[in-house]
């Protein structure tokens, strides 16, 4: 079954635009472009997720990392704003960069219960991280065959949203709830993996 991206958070994303667009338009009389926002955003991504995880820091690192994967709707917002409606350069760095933030988040989550001697959620956390980046690889090489596979279950937003929430929560006491959040999401991932896997062989299969 094939899941349409508008029936998912993409839904949050005209006004999630709508907020960060004063923002975006200070950047841009400020002459920052829309590079330097995802050059910071996906270094504060990382530094936060690599330091605040592996300490135990859960609650103040989903809060930090939180501001700054925003980055990567606020570089969109300054691209478009700042005149040329986005650039292939910029459109390139921004979903590569993606990936060394998602790393960083799932590899920070993977420290933290490595710390903790928790080997079993440190494997299904890993499997997220692994079953994360396929599903984005399937879709950039299905793009690269002039194919499409923008469908699936946990796309990227989802992906972060689960991890974060569950992280913050978890920092606050709740049981259970970060455990809970890696084996809802590595099963989401591998489901969303297949979706687009099938998505892709029945256009091959119609041409
Ligand atoms: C103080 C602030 C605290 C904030 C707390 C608020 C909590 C947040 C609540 C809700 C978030 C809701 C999620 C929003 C969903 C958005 C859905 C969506 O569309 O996501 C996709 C995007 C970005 O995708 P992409 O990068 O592809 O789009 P762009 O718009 O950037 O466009 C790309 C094109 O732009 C051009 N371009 C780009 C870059 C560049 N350098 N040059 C360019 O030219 C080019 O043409 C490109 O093709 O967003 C995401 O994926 C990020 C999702 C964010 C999810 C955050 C989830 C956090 C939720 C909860 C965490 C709770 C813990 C903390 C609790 C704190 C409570 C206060
Ligand atoms: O494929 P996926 O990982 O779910 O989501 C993707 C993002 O991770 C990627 O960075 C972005 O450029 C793509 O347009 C797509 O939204
Ligand atoms: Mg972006
Ligand atoms: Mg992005």
């Given at each position: 079954m094939a899941y349409d991206r508008t029936a998912m958070l993409k839904l949050l994303r005209p006004a999630m635009t709508r907020i960060l667009t004063p923002l975006g338009r200070a950047l841009v009389g400020r002459g920052i472009g829309p590079d330097a926002v995802t050059a910071i955003g996906t270094l504060g991504t990382v530094v936060s997720a690599l330091l605040f995880f592996p300490l135990g820091l859960l609650t103040v690192g989903a809060f930090v990392i939180t501001v700054f994967v925003l980055f990567d709707l606020l570089d969109g917002v300054v691209a478009r704003l700042g005149g040329k409606g986005g650039s292939t350069w910029g459109a390139f760095l921004d979903s590569t960069l993606d990936r060394v933030a998602d790393a960083a988040i799932f590899g920070g989550l993977i420290l933290y219960f490595v710390a903790g001697g928790d080997t079993l959620m440190a494997a299904v956390t890993l499997a997220c991280l692994i079953a994360g980046a396929v599903v984005s690889y399937a879709k950039a090489r299905a793009e690269g065959l002039g194919l499409t596979a923008d469908v699936g279950l946990?796309?990227?937003?989802?992906?972060?949203?689960?991890?974060?929430?569950?992280?913050?929560?978890?920092?606050?006491?709740?049981?259970?709830?970060?455990?809970?959040?890696?084996?809802?999401?590595?099963?989401?991932?591998?489901?969303?993996?297949?979706?687009?896997?099938?998505?892709?062989?029945?256009?091959?299969?119609?041409?």
């Open positions: 946990a796309e990227r937003p989802e992906r972060l949203v689960v991890a974060l929430v569950a992280a913050f929560l978890s920092g606050l006491g709740v049981p259970y709830v970060l455990p809970a959040g890696m084996w809802l999401l590595a099963v989401a991932s591998l489901i969303t993996v297949g979706q687009r896997v099938v998505a892709v062989y029945h256009q091959t299969r119609e041409r």
